[in-house]
T-cell receptor, first 113, second 111 residues
Framework: EAQVTQNPRYLITVTGKKLTVTCSQN?????MSWYRQDPGLGLRQIYY???????DKGDVPEGYKVSRKEKRNFPLILESPSPNQTSLYFC????????????FGQGTRLTVV | GDSVTQMEGPVTLSEEAFLTINCTYT??????LFWYVQYPGEGLQLLLK?????DKGSNKGFEATYRKETTSFHLEKGSVQVSDSAVYFC??????????FGQGTTLQVKP
């Protein structure tokens, strides 16, 4: 079954404690990205990757890091989380072509206290 | 920059009513257009798409037509059901690969 798997689904952490949200896809997609969803703001892109070892900033990259060492995995790293990073996070993957759909993970609800 | 404007929600309808959710966009070049749906507690999933002008995307009774001259991609359904209650996102995708999302429109259908 084609899928994007994120872990964990829910996470409560304290300010400044490093965390990683994992994302894995099984569709051999080149393009992967992270979004955050906040009320009234829709989804905003944090980082994206067009292939292995190729990553770039999206619209709201501050406070986040990513890596793409393997094609299937695209972890999101918060080195020093702050309360303004409390949000719902989605990983997505797709082929590079703009005519193709993106597949989304189930989401990670992060709360930073 | 690229952007999407969707009608504000929430939209509340009775079962079997007609639905329209307006979407207009500004985008560089000639994007493909998508509607995604997010059911409560879930991730986004593709509802329909259109990749060139005058194309009509359709799925599950929903339709939307790519109107290049008005840069619009309005979502319609003739008869909504309670199970259609969800958040709907219009999203163009240009040649950078990036999806541009609007704020989403919440639809609530009452029996």
């Amino acid at each position: 079954e084609a899928q994007v798997t994120q872990n964990p689904r829910y996470l409560i952490t304290v300010t400044g404690k490093k965390l990683t949200v994992t994302c894995s896809q099984n569709m051999n997609h080149e393009y992967m990205s992270w979004y955050r969803q906040d009320p009234g703001l829709g989804l905003r892109q944090i980082y994206y990757s067009m292939n292995v070892e190729v990553t770039d900033k999206g619209d709201v990259p501050e406070g986040y890091k990513v890596s793409r060492k393997e094609k299937r995995n695209f972890p999101l790293i918060l080195e020093s989380p702050s309360p303004n990073q409390t949000s719902l996070y989605f990983c997505a993957s797709s082929l590079i072509s703009m005519n193709t759909e993106a597949f989304f993970g189930q989401g990670t609800r992060l709360t930073v206290v | 920059g690229d952007s999407v404007t969707q009608m504000e929600g929430p939209v509340t309808l009775s079962e079997e009513a007609f639905l329209t959710i307006n979407c207009t966009y500004t985008a560089t070049g000639y994007p493909s257009l998508f509607w995604y749906v997010q059911y409560p507690g879930e991730g986004l999933q593709l509802l329909l798409k259109a990749t060139k002008a005058d194309d009509k995307g359709s799925n599950k009774g929903f339709e939307a037509t790519y109107r290049k001259e008005t840069t619009s991609f309005h979502l319609e359904k003739g008869s909504v059901q309670v199970s259609d209650s969800a958040v709907y996102f219009c999203a163009p995708r240009g040649n950078t690969g990036k999806l541009i999302f609007g704020q989403g429109t919440t639809l609530q259908v009452k029996p």
